[in-house]
Each structure stands twice: as structure tokens, then as C-alpha cells.
């Protein structure tokens, strides 16, 4: 009973404070939420989905739109756009519930974060990876407008849940059913998400170690719920089903001559090498901070204190880890400090997760890295919150082998650490984000298009 009030009290902490900065945020001071918000406005209008290069989505400047791209969380706005239209259709309802969709996936993610948690470190600890989890400013941002990374961060978190009801139950159907469900929804949502599509076939390979018709079961689901979408891109674009080469085609017609693809500088074209880019430019420290939190379109920054806490905090985690945790990636049988299921299973299953875990850290990092340096310099941490549930693994488990299950002094550690967390997110709210936005009109910088 107190596990269940619990998890309804944390809930409904993170609705009630994540609506909070939904509420203040005014349109467009967001990453092209401009740009977002006209596909579901375009479905809400037309009932149906557009073409990429259809001239209602093309942005004067840059020339392109976003409907080349996965539109899954645009879809379900346009639904619930048209469910509170039946009360209203004044430009902030219908814009509240454009954004609500995002609102719930962050919701979403948080409550699949304390699942995951309790799994894997149990009820005390399982709570305060949640809390690292839900807490994290930047997640709470990305949850807060119209976009499509939220959905994705919500996919990562249900394809990690069942990747441990996989290896938990030797991949049963209903995990197997999760599982493709879960990969589809992360196909239809954000590319920089797409590392979680790779692990998640590894993984299955690697723990289950057959080829039959449960292996065929999840691709034919796959194929089924998220397939449509690259055939459809494939015939509407001359067999382009990722849409990316059209739509900087498009771009390069349409866009302001100084924002072309052609005439970006980036730092490959500058001859720059990756490592001068990481370090010369800072692109390692604007990406950290951004990933902390980083508000507007990246004008909104947190006092440098906070930056520094967060920073230590972080380190401090992974430090501990290097010290007292590194067998989790041994498959030799060794002390272990995650209860459950790693347990029954053996040294190797816990091997295996971990390593699989560090892999879906690495991934979005690379994307987020070569996309700066060939493609268009964005240092964004935005991009890499795709690994904030398996970086978080890491760092709880850090924390865990010095503080150890239980105790006086494990206990004390937790309530403080994760207050400081709530405590921390409360701060870059009423420091940055609300001093930033409060008493603006919601419509301040520009008014919807499409309306």
C-alpha cells in the first residue's frame, strides 16, 4: 500500500510541476516549435498528413519543413487538438493540447523510470533513480512544448522495461509484444533516439540466442505499426525513406541563400579536426550544459552554480562507479549490488545489461557529435537526452556501492540526495525559466500560421 501512494504521489508531483512550465512557456521560444506545431495544426485542419514539401509547412527561411520527418507525436496532438476543440478553439487551448502530448510522455517516462528503478535497485533506490530521471531540468523542458523528443525519451524508457522483462522471463510473448511495440514507437518518433533500436536487437540476440518465430513475431509488429511510414516516405520521395535527402533538396531551393545546406559552415568544411571542434569550440561544455538545462532557443541558462553542483554530482557518481562498481561489467562472478533479477540470472546477464546500457550512452553522443561536425553545428545536449536513463543507471549505481541496500546511513544519503534533485529542478525553474517567460503573452513572438 505505501509503494503504491508513493508512486501516485510522484506522479502527480511531476504532472502538476511539468504542466507548470507547459503552462508559462510562450509559442515559439522553443526549438521550432513554430515549425512543429504547423503539422499537427495542418492535421487538426485538413484531416490529413502532409507531404514534406507540401507549401503550407515550408519555413520562409529555412526553406523546409519537419513533415519529411517521423510525426508520430504530431499525429496524436492533432487527436487531442480536435477532442478539446468540441469545448474551444481558442489558439491556447488548442495549443495546450498540442503540447499536452509531450506533457505525458515526460509523465510517462518518469513513472517507467520508478518501475525500472525498483527493479533494478529496489524500492529506496528504485525512487531516487526515478527522481534523477524525472527531475533533470533539460528532461522537464523537452516535456513542456511541441515536439517530438519527448516521445522519444518516453520509447527509450519502455524499451529498457522490457528489455528487463526479456531477460527476466527468457523473452516471453508479452515481452516480446512490449518490445516491438516499444522499438516502434522509437522508430516513429526522433532518429537521434534510433541507438535504442540497434541495442535492442544485440540484446536480443545476445540473451536469447535463437532465431524462431518470437524473433519473427517482433519484426513482423514492427513492420506492421512503424513500416508504413518509410514505405510512404519511399513513394512519396523517389525511394528516400528516411526523407532526409529530399528535405535538404528542398532546403537548398527554398531556403534564405545563407542557410542552405550548400553554404552552412560546419566544422568538417572549415577542415577542422573532431577533436579541435570538442575542445576548441567548447562544443563539449555547451553540449554538458544544455543537457542539465539549457531553456529558449539556448538563451535561457541556469546560474553557473548550478552548472558546477550539477556537474560534481555527476562526476561523483561515475567516479564511484569506477571504483567500487566496475564488475557489473564482468561476467566472473563477483559482489553485486543490484537485487533482483541480475541475481537469479547470473554475472553474464548482468554483463551483458550494462554493457548494452553503455553502448545506448555512447550512440546519441556520436550522432549528436558527427551531426555538429559534418552536417549543421547545433552543440545541443538536447540530442543526446536519448542516454538519460541509461546514464543515470550508471551514476545511481555509482552511489549505491557507496552507500550500499539499507541502513541508517543509506537511508539519510537518499532522502537528501534526492530532495536536493526536486529541490534543484525547483531552483531552474524560479531562477531561469520563470523570470524568462512570466507575464508574457503566450503569443508574444508570433501567432500559429495555420489558424
Known amino acids: 500500500m505505501l509503494k503504491k501512494r508513493s508512486t501516485q504521489i510522484f506522479i502527480v508531483c511531476v504532472f502538476v510541476f511539468y504542466g507548470a512550465w507547459m503552462l508559462v512557456q510562450p509559442y515559439g521560444v522553443a526549438p521550432d516549435e513554430t515549425m512543429r506545431y504547423d503539422i499537427p495544426m495542418y492535421i487538426y485542419k485538413f484531416g490529413v498528413l502532409p507531404g514534406g514539401d507540401d507549401p503550407l509547412l515550408i519555413d520562409n ?12 507525436s504530431y499525429m496524436i496532438s492533432a487527436l487531442f487538438m480536435k477532442a478539446v476543440s468540441v469545448f474551444s478553439t481558442e489558439p491556447v487551448v488548442l495549443l495546450m493540447a498540442a503540447r499536452s502530448i509531450s506533457l505525458l510522455c515526460g509523465v510517462g517516462t518518469a513513472f517507467m523510470s520508478l518501475k525500472i528503478g525498483r527493479k533494478l535497485f529496489g524500492n529506496r533506490m528504485g525512487l531516487l533513480f526515478a527522481v534523477f530521471v524525472a527531475f533533470l531540468p533539460q528532461n522537464i523542458f523537452i516535456s513542456s512544448y511541441v515536439n517530438n523528443d519527448a516521445l522519444a525519451i518516453f520509447s527509450t524508457s519502455l524499451i529498457v522495461w522490457f528489455w528487463i522483462r526479456g531477460i527476466e522471463t527468457r523473452w516471453d510473448i508479452k515481452a516480446c509484444i512490449g518490445l516491438a511495440v516499444s522499438i516502434s514507437i522509437c522508430a516513429l518518433s526522433y532518429y537521434n533516439a534510433y541507438g535504442f533500436i540497434l541495442c535492442s536487437i544485440i540484446l536480443f540476440f545476445a540473451s536469447y540466442k535463437t532465431v524462431d518465430k518470437k524473433t519473427a513475431l517482433i519484426v513482423g509488429i514492427v513492420f506492421v505499426l512503424a513500416g508504413w511510414w518509410f514505405i510512404r516516405n ?16 528542398v532546403a537548398e531551393l527554398h531556403a534564405w ?7 552552412l559552415s560546419t566544422p568538417m568544411s572549415q577542415g577542422m ?7 576548441k569550440t ?3 561544455f555547451s553540449v554538458a550544459g544544455s543537457f542539465i538545462g539549457c531553456f529558449g532557443g539556448m538563451d535561457v541558462k541556469l546560474p553557473m552554480w548550478m552548472y558546477i553542483v550539477a556537474g560534481v554530482f555527476f562526476l561523483v557518481g561515475i567516479i564511484l562507479l569506477a571504483i567500487k562498481g566496475r564488475d557489473i561489467f564482468s561476467s566472473k562472478k563477483g559482489n553485486t549490488f543490484l537485487p533482483g533479477f541480475f541475481g537469479n540470472e547470473g554475472y553474464g546477464t ?3 545489461f550494462s554493457w548494452i546500457m553503455l553502448l545506448a550512452i555512447i550512440i546519441p553522443n556520436i550522432l549528436n557529435m558527427y551531426n555538429s561536425y559534418a552536417n549543421d553545428y547545433q552543440p545541443q545536449g538536447r540530442y543526446s537526452l536519448p542516454m538519460i536513463i541509461p546514464l543515470f543507471y550508471f551514476i545511481t549505481l555509482g552511489y549505491q ?10 537511508k539519510r544519503a537518499v532522502i537528501i540526495m534526492g530532495a536536493a534533485c526536486i529541490i534543484f529542478a525547483l ?3 524560479a531562477l531561469a525559466f520563470l523570470p524568462a517567460y512570466a507575464g508574457k503573452d503566450m503569443f508574444y513572438l508570433a501567432a500559429p500560421r495555420l489558424i
Open 234 to 249: 519511399a513513394v512519396l520521395y523517389e525511394g528516400d525513406f528516411l526523407g532526409m535527402r529530399t528535405c535538404d533538396a
Open 350 to 352: 548482468r554483463a551483458l
Open 257 to 263: 541563400p545563407e542557410v542552405r545546406p550548400s553554404a
Open 61 to 72: 527561411a529555412w526553406g523546409l519543413s519537419y513533415a519529411y520527418f517521423p510525426i508520430l
Open 427 to 429: 531552483l531552474a525553474f
Open 401 to 410: 556501492a557507496e552507500l550500499g541496500d539499507d541502513g541508517e546511513k543509506h
Open 282 to 284: 567548447n562544443w563539449i
Open 273 to 279: 579536426s573532431i577533436f579541435d571542434m570538442l575542445f
